[in-house]
């Protein structure tokens, strides 16, 4: 069944595809290579690395054999997947081209450009780099001046971690946080059977694994059901084991909920905004010294660059719904007051190659601008 | 302008379809051969059936292809974008009922609930990489459902027939599927998910807004329309009749406030009322009690009224001049 869509208007289209020409060429002169991934794409690795969330947004169809097929959404997947493909260790890249995203009311074909670094180990340097880039193609683009906002999500999950969280609560708070969620709520396990309703199991208190397990699959075998599906006994007991040493909170204390909210109010001035989180690390007992150089490093290859730094503003809640992103993140919006969605975006993902399949984590970064946010002066 | 009705071509939906307009008194009539997918009501001129699944009934009611038709509301749910831009729920009625539930393996003695099911997956990712998996045909549902339970750590594979048995068949770990009574999920060691029941589905009177909607189609349907409404009213009411002597007009009038009903057809010590069908026998206790000597209670076929609910219904979202 047909997804509404607004009307696909070729007004502009021209005057977009020539600010993206300015941009792209800006990108290629700096010696990264132009990439062209198909349009039409496997479903899968979309829906594997975001979730279904993305499926209402995508545009599907079916190849002939049935299998799930898409209109590229974005261009960092199709272009990691063809950079795995190549077999290189380091490579850049630069694309232009549309990009569909279906949304009622709305245009669903996009512009973009922009670029993709693979492989360099200097991850500080490569950041700025290609912040750098985007920022300086964008002003090619027409784009005006820009707020610019950024964030780091390996000093979000280093203080996450150092809290004691374990990781499935980390991708929790993670995820509620970057949808905007307020604490308590991302916090809040209310809902949850309480342990002490499993009745008999609460026996489980003082059990190890193998008790805990030895007990589930009898339980299971008295009360006759079968198991069915990939969830194992083992991995039930494992549950109830851990419910019983948290009771299924997130085991945070009062002090670790107060660092916690001290670390998400840190915001401002890249400068000052290290110097707070240096103080709640030491304050905290948080072990988060190496995520804290790495982006006290990356500000000073920003400022190197010729980057306002000072103007930049990072905040500790500025992070992506996206398991791959593994480090710096940043946007850029338009002063103009009425500039609600940013017209470059991007980030560091040194998680997603392997996600995708490769052997291991392999260091990536890179930037997209939306074309069709840029404002009409400056197409003209 | 011809009327289209969309009715289901197989299956107890087309026969409790048939029944429902049978009761009404409009006689469907399918084409001369069995393949002949047009057919038309008796007597009545100006409208056209179209026999189809109830999937593509949804399809061709969102494209105004059809003007009414008779589907399942979970079909509705699940296939059109914006429901109330394109189609009007005009009455459910009472058949095809089925609810679209999350069920999970019996085993899964630790998950009661949809925030115990966030957490598994969320603990089923991070211990496996690998998100849970979700067979269904209710794509959309489903996705809607689990954003609103904040369940993010899973994927859906598209099950075409059979759902249930994809987690003994190791293809998905959990199902959202139709079920009636549950005894297809619970032999396949399968549970309901407590807070886990998407829709309380049933077979619905939809109208859609996108169709030709011309004079001629407007008053076949306000025809057909009535004659539903009647044989409805018709079977949700018991006409009492009472030899009641006593029964003046303050009596009468009290007596059909008292058991919602309506009084009628009255003179030399008879009295009629038209009340509810469940309270018809406390009514003609109630009027034994008020000094009457004989009650009968029969039911109806038709009742026909100037206000016709169902096609109101229509016309008040559709011609707002009408």
């Known amino acids: 069944m047909g997804r509404p869509m607004g009307p696909i208007t070729s007004i502009g289209r021209e005057a977009r595809r020539a600010a993206g020409e300015r941009a792209f060429g800006y990108f290629r002169d700096a010696g990264f290579v132009h990439v062209e991934p198909a349009i039409l794409q496997s479903t899968a690795p979309f829906l594997d690395m975001s979730g279904e969330d993305v499926r209402g947004r995508l545009f599907l169809t079916a190849g002939p054999e049935g299998e799930e097929l898409c209109l590229r959404p974005d261009f960092t997947i199709p272009v990691c997947l063809l950079h795995l493909q190549s077999g290189a260790r380091e490579a850049r890249y630069a694309y232009l081209g549309p990009v569909f995203r279906a949304r009622a009311g709305a245009e669903g074909e996009l512009m973009q450009t922009g670029l993709e670094s693979f492989g360099r180990r200097d991850i ?34 280093g203080v996450i971690s150092a809290l004691g969280l374990p990781e499935y609560w980390r991708r929790r708070v993670r995820r509620g946080v970057a ?77 670790q909920m107060h660092a916690l909210e001290r ?98 984590e392999t260091p990536a970064v890179g930037a997209a601008i939306w074309l069709d946010r840029l404002k009409a002066e400056a197409l003209s | 302008m011809t009327l289209v009705i969309a009715v289901p071509s197989k299956g107890r939906l087309q026969e409790n379809t048939y029944e429902y307009f049978a009761r009404a008194g409009l006689e469907i009539v399918q084409g001369r051969g069995v393949r002949d997918y047009r057919g038309s009501v008796a007597g009545l001129e100006g409208v056209e059936v179209a026999f189809l699944s109830a999937s593509e009934i949804v399809g061709q009611l969102a494209a105004g292809a059809a003007h009414i038709g008779v589907t399942g509301e979970d079909l509705v749910r699940e296939h059109v974008a914006d429901v109330d831009a394109k189609l009007i729920m005009l009455t459910p009625l009472g058949f095809g009922r089925a609810n679209v539930v999350v069920a999970a393996p019996q085993s899964w003695i630790d998950v009661r609930n949809m925030a115990d099911l966030e957490d598994v997956c969320a603990h089923y990712r991070a211990r496996r990489g690998a998100r849970m998996r979700v067979a269904t045909k209710y794509v959309n ?22 759902t249930e048995g994809a987690p003994a068949a190791g293809s998905a770990e959990l199902i959202v599927d139709i079920t009636t009574t549950g005894a297809t999920l619970t032999a396949n060691a399968l549970k309901i998910i407590e807070d886990g029941v998407i829709l309380r589905s049933e077979a619905n009177l939809v109208a859609a807004k996108r169709a030709d909607w011309s004079d001629g189609a407007r008053d076949a349907a306000r025809a057909i329309l009535s004659r539903l409404a009647a044989s409805e009213k018709a079977r949700r009411s018991r006409e009492v009749r009472a030899i009641w002597p006593e029964g003046n007009a303050q009596a009468v009038a009290e007596t059909a406030t008292k058991f919602g009903a309506t009084a009628e057809f009255s003179g030399s010590g008879a009295q009629a009322f038209l009340c509810p069908r469940p309270l018809a026998a406390e009514l003609a206790n109630y009027l034994l009690a008020q000094g009457a000597r004989r009650v009968v209670v029969q039911s ?23």
């Not at chain 1, 490569?126 to 610019?148: Q, R, T």
């Not at chain 1, 026996?203 to 397990?213: I, Q």
């Not at chain 1, 103080?279 to 190496?290: Q, R």
């Not at chain 1, 919006?333 to 991007?346: E, R, W």
Request: charged content about 25%; glycine content about 12%; aromatic content about 8%.
């Open chain 1, 179 to 255: 949808r905007g969620l307020p604490l308590e709520k991302v916090l809040d396990r209310g809902g949850l059977t309480p342990f002490s309703k499993a009745g008999v199991l609460a026996a489980l208190e003082r059990a190890d694994h193998d008790g805990a397990k030895a007990l589930v699959q009898d339980l299971l075998s008295i009360a006759g059901i079968s198991t069915v599906g990939g969830r194992s006994p083992s991995e039930i007991a494992d549950r109830f084991l851990e419910q019983a040493a948290s009771r299924g909170d997130s085991g945070l204390g009062a002090e």
């Open chain 1, 124 to 157: 500080e340097a490569a950041d700025a780099e290609i912040l750098g880039l985007a920022l300086e193609a964008a002003d090619a683009a027409g784009a005006g001046p820009l707020k610019v906002r950024i964030g780091d999500a390996r000093v979000f999950d």
């Open chain 1, 263 to 360: 670390f998400l109010s840190i915001s401002g001035h890249p400068d000052a905004a290290a110097r707070a989180l240096r103080a709640l690390a030491k304050e905290a007992g948080l072990a988060i010294d190496k995520a804290l150089c790495s982006f006290e490093e990356r500000t000073g290859f920003l400022a190197a660059r010729g980057l306002a730094v000072d103007e930049f503003s990072y905040g500790a809640g500025f992070v992506r719904d996206l398991d791959y992103y593994t480090g710096f993140v940043f946007e850029a919006v338009s002063t103009d007051p009425a500039a609600l969605k940013p017209i470059l975006g991007g980030g560091r993902y040194d998680g997603l190659a392997h996600k995708l399949g490769a052997a291991q």
């Open chain 2, 141 to 162: 549902l489903t996705r809607r459902f689990f954003d609103e339970h904040a369940v993010t750590d899973y994927r859906i594979v598209e099950s075409l027939g059979a």
């Open chain 2, 300 to 322: 109806v076929e038709q009742v026909f009224e100037t206000d016709n609910p169902l096609y109101n219904a229509l016309a008040s979202k559709m011609f707002a001049t009408d």
